[in-house]
């Protein structure tokens, strides 16, 4: 993977935005970018535009008062660097009117996909300014579609929870459950109903308990599995 990162920096050596394009650790590539200016304030020949430092290249150009960066390989072929590197110098403007720091943030992720069409797997792509923002630009109208969608799924879901709260209010007024529909005249309102029938339950060491009025604060009358009545007992 001859292309390991790409970055924008100033001269202090602060990131303003940064791309990475292989499993190198992001804690690695902050170490990299930062001490680039560093590395170019010693550099002995200033007449090129690379910098080997250790295991990496730096291929650089300047970018108004800013530095644009690919950290490469060694072995990484020079050539193509310069020319990936020059891409990524033209297609910045192409997103950002003027290249400062506050630009640059606040259309990071415009940059990182133009950046994402010209770099794959830390090898550079066949491509071109005019068919990369060809490329965005399709990207930019699906996410309009998909964005629209999303804002006409919400108005649906406005209408329908204002639908159900009139209708709920329309049931309150009219002395029914808003809940079941049940009105608050019929036996059965309630859930328990106005019954007096015995429910039979069986288990937990009796044979089976009669609840003559399963409701709070009422006794209810247990058989022992023997058929001899328990005491009383209340509910609740």
């Not at 080997?52 to 300047?62: F, H, I, S």
């Not at 999303?150 to 329309?170: C, F, G, I, V």
């Not at 003559?212 to 328990?230: D, M, R």
Request: charged content about 25%.
């Amino acid at each position: 993977m001859p292309v390991i990162a790409a970055g924008v920096v100033n001269r202090q050596g602060n990131i303003i935005l940064s791309r990475n394009f292989n499993e190198v650790s992001r804690i690695r590539i902050e170490g990299l970018l930062s001490a680039f200016p560093r590395l170019l304030e010693s550099s002995v020949n200033k007449q090129v535009t690379y910098i080997d430092a250790g295991t990496v290249r730096y291929v650089y150009q300047p970018l108004e008062e800013l530095f644009l960066v690919l950290i490469t390989t060694k072995n990484s072929n020079i050539v193509e660097d310069l020319e990936t590197l020059h891409l990524m110098g033209r297609l910045i403007p192409e997103f950002v009117d003027t290249v400062t720091e506050a630009t640059l943030e606040a259309k990071a992720f415009r940059v990182f996909f133009a950046f994402d069409e010209v770099i794959v797997g830390g090898k550079r792509e066949s491509t071109t300014v005019e068919q990369i923002r060809t490329y965005l630009e399709m990207d930019s109208h699906e996410e309009l579609m998909v964005r629209e969608e999303k804002r006409l799924q919400m108005e649906r879901a406005k209408k329908d929870a204002s639908r159900k709260a009139h209708e709920m209010r329309e049931k309150r007024r009219k002395g029914m459950n808003p809940y079941s529909g049940i009105s608050s005249e019929d036996p059965s309102y309630g859930g328990f109903g106005n019954t007096s029938a015995p429910v039979i339950v069986s288990g937990g060491g009796l044979e089976s308990a009669v609840l003559s009025h399963p409701l709070e604060g009422v006794s209810s009358a247990f058989t022992t599995s023997s058929g001899a009545p328990a005491p009383s007992v209340r509910v609740g």
